[in-house]
């Protein structure tokens, strides 16, 4: 069967249940395509296995990116490009830049990390989301099992996500 | 996995549901407007034309409308600049600092007191704007963009650039991490929508979101740095705000108490304006469920807190102009208290330091009524500290003979209230159109802080 087209849902209704029914579902050796929720539940990405999101580092990079910017800028601009004397100090004094490079290291680092997450999460306005259960942004948390990457069969997979503990198991197909 | 105190307080009364949060908040969205909501948008409106009117003739004639003089150069703007960007802070305070210590409390205004963060702000930025004169051409003196003057490039050592800096930086930075907030409930709200043009405006609003889970585990990484980036900025913002004057040669203004000083004051005023806000804000929409006594009276104890910090601050200012010997700085401090703006400084101490500590008392910090006349009065209190900082160090400086007082114009009350009729308007917009509580963080503490029925 092709992958990403069928798929079964277990449809949970709390927090913990989820969390002990997705390592349940792992464990009975059907792979989760994706589990879709309301609100963030701590211990989700552990239970999925997903690794840690490297976003830190994007935005540690994006810092020094904006503090390297800052610090050129000021002394090229006051120091080499056009030395000015203010107050009979030195052209380049670092002291005064250092508000104006915190500041530019706090903006690039903020606004590199979130275009990033955009870009990684595929999050743009012009998007239309593949809505699984439209519960899933009220109060249901919704686990997509998707029959074209697992060798069981529908009722198989029903199965085990009914003794997981979800409430209710769908089909949902997508052409 | 979450372990959970049974002891933990109720954040959430009435024994909501997940489902229960996501109704009530959709509620103000998709429903109609009620009447209140419709006279409050119209005075706002009003007091913006009103206002409008000051601005368009500040822009046409110039700054000597203002009652501005030579000796007093500054007055009413920076006060009205300065007081607005303090107002701000709380708003960050409570997102990005309470986030960092996990106070779960701050789910229920976090998202209402960004917004007011943002709109504080945009009013704050108005004043030095506006003070340019030629603010069209502001653009060349304020950044450090290329010209046909040299390149001739603004000054990296001025306060004043370093303010530019710190609030486009402090705006940008908290807009972003209130729209990251607002993706997931601009979903909820785009999966109920029933007509078509609301379905695509909040389609659009929620740039796709679907909740996976994925996602969340990058939508809580990206949250907790925003704030750990925006806890430095905040108090950074307010720190350069007050070298504005603490770098400068004026008795009354070289201080090194400032940056603290200044931190704590917006920290203050900004969470009475939070509290004057939410309060309406509550009864409005009915919230009272979500904004409990429990959340006023956290408020009201920050308000403790900072209120007595810059109460110190003020005694410690006299103490360091008698301590220091300087004959200019110990006149300045007199004449502050006992000169012809003592009236504007007794207002100041009145609501700053003796306003609040009524709060001690447990009666009249949990009181609804007593919170927003206490509320109000800091706010009044605070916008007084400001003048009072501004007017009477600059109107008797070191030359008698150029000594002045300074007299308000009509279009320096003008201009304020454009700025009040532009906060109110966004706010009242905001809190129709866009959900006022953060929904998804609510919902994540229904199970551990909810009252059980």
């Known amino acids: 069967m ?7 849902l277990g449809i949970y209704d709390d927090e913990d249940v989820l969390l002990e029914a997705v390592t349940k579902v792992r464990d009975s050796g059907v792979k989760i395509h994706e589990v879709y929720s309301p609100f963030p539940v701590h211990g989700l990405e552990h239970a999925l296995g997903y690794k840690r999101t490297r976003l830190p580092i994007a935005a540690f990079m994006f810092g020094l990116l904006g503090f390297t910017l800052a610090v050129t800028m000021q002394t090229w601009m006051l120091g080499v490009d056009w030395p000015m004397i203010i107050g009979g100090k030195n052209f380049i004094s670092l002291p005064p830049f250092v508000p104006v490079s915190f500041e530019l290291t706090v903006l690039i680092s903020a606004l590199g990390m979130v275009g990033t997450f955009m870009i990684i999460s595929d999050l743009k306005p012009y998007k239309k989301p593949r809505m699984f259960d439209v519960r899933s942004t009220d109060d249901k948390h919704v686990m ?3 029959l074209g990457t697992n060798n069981l069969s529908k009722d198989e997979i029903g199965k085990v996500l009914n003794e997981s503990g979800a409430s209710e198991v769908n089909d949902k197909n997508f052409d | 996995m979450q372990v959970t105190s049974p002891l933990r307080e109720t954040l959430v009364t009435g024994g909501k549901t997940v489902h229960d949060i996501t109704e009530d908040i959709c509620r103000q969205v998709e429903g109609k407007p009620s009447k209140s909501w419709m006279m409050g948008l119209a005075l706002s409106l009003g007091g913006l034309t009103i206002g409008g009117y000051a601005v368009f003739t500040l822009l046409w004639e110039g700054i000597g409308v203002w009652g501005l003089n030579k000796t007093v150069g500054w007055a009413w703007d920076i006060t009205n600049f300065v007081w607005w960007v303090g107002i701000g802070h709380a708003g960050t305070l409570i997102s990005a600092i309470l986030l960092l210590f996990r106070q779960k409390w701050r789910m229920s ?3 209402a007191a960004e917004a007011m963060t943002i ?5 704050a930025l108005m004043f030095p704007s506006l003070h340019m004169g030629r603010m069209w051409v502001g653009f060349y003196w304020a950044l450090p963009l290329p010209n046909t003057f040299g390149s001739l490039w603004v000054n990296f050592n001025s306060p004043l650039l370093w303010d530019v800096f710190a609030i486009s930086t402090y705006f940008t930075v908290s807009l972003v991490f209130w729209y990251i907030g607002l993706i997931p409930d601009f979903a909820t709200i785009r999966d109920r929508a029933t007509n078509k043009i609301s379905k695509a405006i909040y389609g659009a609003l929620s740039f796709g979101w679907d909740g996976a889970a994925k996602t969340w585990m990058r939508y809580e990484s990206v949250s907790l740095i925003l704030a750990g980036l925006a ?3 905040v108090l950074s913002v307010h720190t350069i705000v007050s070298m504005d004057f603490a770098t400068s040669v004026i008795p009354g203004w070289h201080t090194t108490i400032f940056p603290p000083y200044f931190v704590a004051g917006a ?9 004057t806000l939410m309060l309406v804000t509550r009864k409005l929409f009915k919230l009272e469920d979500y904004i409990t006594i429990y959340h006023i009276e956290l408020m009201n104890i920050v308000i403790i807190i900072t209120g ?6 003020y005694i410690t200012e006299f103490f360091i102009a008698w301590y220091s010997g300087v004959p200019y700085e110990q006149y300045a401090f007199i004449n502050r208290a006992f000169g012809p703006y003592d009236w504007a400084y007794y207002t100041m101490m009145t609501c700053n330091v003796i306003a609040p500590q009524l709060f001690w008392f447990k009666k009249i910090r949990t009181s609804i009524v007593s919170t927003m006349i206490i509320s109000i009065i800091v706010n009044i209190g605070m916008w007084f500290e400001r003048f009072v900082i501004i007017v009477t160090s600059l109107h008797r400086d070191y030359i008698p003979s150029s000594w002045a007082m300074f007299y308000p114009t009509r279009y320096d009350v003008g201009v304020y209230l454009f700025s009040f009729g532009f906060f109110f308007t966004a706010f009242l917009l905001f809190s129709k159109f866009f959900p006022v509580l953060n929904m998804a963080e609510l919902k994540s503490i229904v199970k551990s802080s909810s009252e059980k029925k």
């Open chain 2, 267 to 275: 920290i203050f005023s900004g969470f009475a304006m939070v509290l």
């Open chain 2, 109 to 111: 205004i976090n998202r």
């Open chain 1, 2 to 8: 092709e992958s990403g087209k069928n798929f079964v």
């Open chain 1, 144 to 146: 997509a099992v998707d």
């Open chain 2, 119 to 123: 709109f504080a702000v945009l009013c």
């Open chain 2, 231 to 233: 806890t430095p900025l």
């Open chain 2, 308 to 313: 007595s910090i810059v109460g110190v601050a």
